[in-house]
């Protein structure tokens, strides 16, 4: 165990001034990547929780215990239902409510793609970071071997040439698990968005029967 810490951090020193920046741009990145994940989740189970209280109610048509559920609820799906419901009192067509229910999603889905994008431009600072440290380091090698002892040089640039390629490695060891978490966090995102468009579609559907029956009574 001890050892293994020895070598990372062996591994971290040798690779001179740019792994510190990499090591910076990976920690923001896994910042994002947990306050992301911890906001999809919680958004997920508040869709599914408000879901299963406003399901019933609509189907009973009891509108007004609707909107009082979707007023103490934050979830998406509340906010898209009192917006079909908002809308239904200027206008009972099917096409109007779907619109306002639209806009409610709309408001909704920035906040849940917010940030995410950020993790692939951190990724990919964090290989071209990683090639800048090795060019650098490179560049200052050669430049060394070439004022070293003749019987030296070999030596020299062989282990100059391995501490360079430390900030590339670090680079692309901090860019793929960035870009694994993008992808896993989009597949999350586009699951939350899609679940909203279900449960809309079924919302509409008994807005829409509500519409229906209020305007065949009057």
């Not at 009082?68 to 934050?74: D, K, R, T």
């Not at 995410?116 to 380091?137: D, E, K």
């Not at 968005?193 to 065949?216: E, F, I, Q, Y």
Request: glycine share 6%.
């Amino acid at each position: 165990m001890m050892e293994g810490i020895y070598l990372i951090v062996r591994f971290f020193q040798n690779g001179g001034p740019f792994m510190y920046p990499i090591a910076l741009v990976l920690m923001t990145g896994l910042a994002v990547v947990a306050e992301r994940w911890l906001f999809l989740d919680k958004a997920r189970r508040m869709n599914r929780l408000a879901f299963e209280k406003l399901l019933p109610l609509l189907q009973k048509q009891d509108l007004r215990q609707v909107m009082h559920l979707a007023a103490e609820s934050s979830a998406p799906v509340a906010r898209m239902v009192a917006a079909g419901i908002g809308r239904m009192s200027t206008s009972r067509r099917r096409d109007d409510i779907e619109s306002a229910m639209q806009e409610g999603a709309m408001e909704t889905i920035p906040a849940l793609e917010r940030r995410t994008g950020y993790l692939a431009t951190l990724a990919n600072v964090a290989t071209l970071l990683g090639l800048l440290g090795t060019i650098i380091g490179l560049i200052a090698a050669f430049t060394a071997v070439a004022q070293a002892d003749p019987t030296e040089k070999a030596t020299l640039l062989s282990t100059s040439i391995s501490v360079a390629m430390n900030t590339t490695a670090f680079g692309l060891i901090s860019a793929i698990p960035l870009l694994m978490f993008h992808a896993m966090l989009v597949s999350r995102t586009t699951e939350i968005v899609d679940s909203l468009d279900m449960a809309a579609v079924k919302c509409l559907n008994l807005l829409t029967s509500v519409a229906s029956a209020s305007g065949k009574a009057a």
